[in-house]
């Protein structure tokens, strides 16, 4: 199975994967040019392997939680190729990405994931590992990093907040990545499970406002 796979939930990044490992990937930190990027490093991916958009199985797309502007762009660029090439579109949480790796890595028990959302928030949600497969348990959710349950967190959230979230070591600068999200996307396909669709996960209100009306001039 073929797969593409986008994450634009913080920064951008995509990733080729052939029956679940991965054979082509790029990222960038900067969280301020997904709509630039995304699209020519896609682009690129297919030239490397010397395929076409017509030869994917499938495309997968982190459906947040994140800021408006930067998971719009993975998502529109996700919906276009895929009706573009005809192509079979789903949906992952974005948070399901570090739970993938975190669950290997924990083995076995509960666990937080944790992303920056900005105005001393975090993106979040809870997993239980059973033989290094996660699964959720509750979430996603956006709050105070003090309202968290005490448990191991993986994720950028952690770093930020060392003084309320314990985080692991060597998981604690980790955003989400388009790698993980293929890999995650794979082993549900493949054992007949249902992704989402790529309906946003916003968790917050646009901070966007239409108009009001304008006021009338006084003489």
């Given at each position: 199975m073929l797969i593409l796979s986008l994450d634009t939930s913080a920064a951008a990044s995509a990733a080729l994967l052939l029956d679940g490992v991965v054979i082509g990937r790029f990222a960038t930190e900067d969280t301020r040019t997904h709509a630039e990027v995304l699209a020519p490093a896609v682009a690129a991916l297919l030239a490397d392997q010397g395929i076409s958009g017509a030869d994917l199985d499938a495309i997968v797309v982190g459906v947040g939680p994140g800021p408006f502007t930067g998971l719009r762009a993975g998502l529109a660029t996700a919906r276009t190729l895929a009706y573009v090439w005809d192509v079979p579109l789903h949906g992952v949480m974005s948070l399901d990405s570090i739970a993938e790796d975190a669950g290997a890595h924990a083995g076995s028990g509960e666990f937080l994931v944790a992303?920056?959302?900005r105005r001393k928030e975090v993106?979040?949600?809870?997993?239980?590992?059973?033989?290094?497969?996660?699964?959720l348990v509750a979430g996603p959710q956006v709050g105070a990093p003090t309202s968290l349950p005490a448990l191991p967190a993986y994720g950028k959230g952690a770093g930020l907040y060392p003084e309320a979230l314990a985080g692991v070591e060597g998981f604690t600068d980790v955003h989400p990545s388009a790698a993980a999200l293929g890999r995650a996307a794979y082993r549900r396909l493949t054992a007949g499970l249902e992704l989402l669709d790529t309906t946003p996960l916003y968790l917050r209100e646009s901070d966007a406002r239409v108009p009001g009306p304008r006021k009338r001039a006084t003489a």
């Amino acid at each position: 199975m073929l797969i593409l796979s986008l994450d634009t939930s913080a920064a951008a990044s995509a990733a080729l994967l052939l029956d679940g490992v991965v054979i082509g990937r790029f990222a960038t930190e900067d969280t301020r040019t997904h709509a630039e990027v995304l699209a020519p490093a896609v682009a690129a991916l297919l030239a490397d392997q010397g395929i076409s958009g017509a030869d994917l199985d499938a495309i997968v797309v982190g459906v947040g939680p994140g800021p408006f502007t930067g998971l719009r762009a993975g998502l529109a660029t996700a919906r276009t190729l895929a009706y573009v090439w005809d192509v079979p579109l789903h949906g992952v949480m974005s948070l399901d990405s570090i739970a993938e790796d975190a669950g290997a890595h924990a083995g076995s028990g509960e666990f937080l994931v944790a992303t920056d959302a900005r105005r001393k928030e975090v993106y979040w949600a809870r997993y239980r590992a059973d033989g290094g497969v996660p699964e959720l348990v509750a979430g996603p959710q956006v709050g105070a990093p003090t309202s968290l349950p005490a448990l191991p967190a993986y994720g950028k959230g952690a770093g930020l907040y060392p003084e309320a979230l314990a985080g692991v070591e060597g998981f604690t600068d980790v955003h989400p990545s388009a790698a993980a999200l293929g890999r995650a996307a794979y082993r549900r396909l493949t054992a007949g499970l249902e992704l989402l669709d790529t309906t946003p996960l916003y968790l917050r209100e646009s901070d966007a406002r239409v108009p009001g009306p304008r006021k009338r001039a006084t003489a």
